[in-house]
């Protein structure tokens, strides 16, 4: 087992878990996709009434739930892009590039709308 180990060992990993218990047959992308979600709320849960100024999350207790949970949803999302034949890291890749393209460091380095809501990108004023 590698220490550094790549997203598709560690889709070996999940994969193999989830074949030793014949659990592939619940496997599909549509629950998967639904169980990332439960798991991701799961991960949110632990944030629940957190100041912005103060302890995150909020109790102390809870901090080595946010790493089971954080576990939770990777183990998720490594399964449903095995089982949906997405190519994670490609896909990462593909998602920075159009992000970047949307969000040029030199337009919004410290600032955060959404790309469509900066009036100096407005189609109207000609620098767009
Ligand atoms: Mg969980």
Same mark, same amino acid.
Request: aromatic letters at 8%.
């Given at each position: 087992?590698?220490?550094?180990?790549?997203?598709?060992?560690?889709?070996?990993?999940?994969?193999?878990?989830?074949?030793?218990?014949?659990?592939?047959?619940?496997?599909?992308?549509? &629950? #998967? $996709?639904?169980?990332?979600? @439960?798991?991701?709320?799961?991960? =949110?849960?632990?944030? !629940?009434?957190?100041?912005?100024?103060?302890?995150?999350?909020?109790?102390?207790?809870?901090?080595?739930?946010?790493?089971?949970?954080?576990?939770?949803?990777?183990?998720?999302?490594? &399964? #449903? $892009?095995?089982?949906?034949? @997405?190519?994670?890291?490609?896909? =990462?890749?593909?998602? !920075?590039?159009?992000?970047?393209?949307?969000?040029?460091?030199?337009?919004?380095?410290?600032?955060?709308?959404?790309?469509?809501?900066?009036?100096?990108?407005?189609?109207?004023?000609?620098?767009?």
């Amino acid at each position: 087992m590698s220490v550094d180990p790549t997203l598709r060992e560690l889709q070996a990993e999940v994969r193999a878990f989830a074949d030793a218990r014949d659990w592939g047959q619940f496997h599909s992308p549509r &629950n #998967l $996709a639904m169980a990332l979600s @439960v798991e991701a709320s799961e991960l =949110l849960e632990l944030f !629940l009434w957190s100041k912005d100024e103060g302890p995150q999350p909020p109790e102390a207790g809870r901090v080595p739930r946010v790493a089971e949970e954080a576990a939770d949803v990777l183990m998720c999302l490594l &399964n #449903l $892009a095995d089982r949906a034949g @997405v190519d994670l890291a490609a896909a =990462l890749r593909d998602k !920075l590039a159009r992000a970047g393209a949307k969000y040029p460091v030199e337009r919004v380095r410290g600032r955060a709308r959404k790309y469509d809501e900066y009036a100096e990108w407005s189609e109207d004023d000609g620098t767009a």
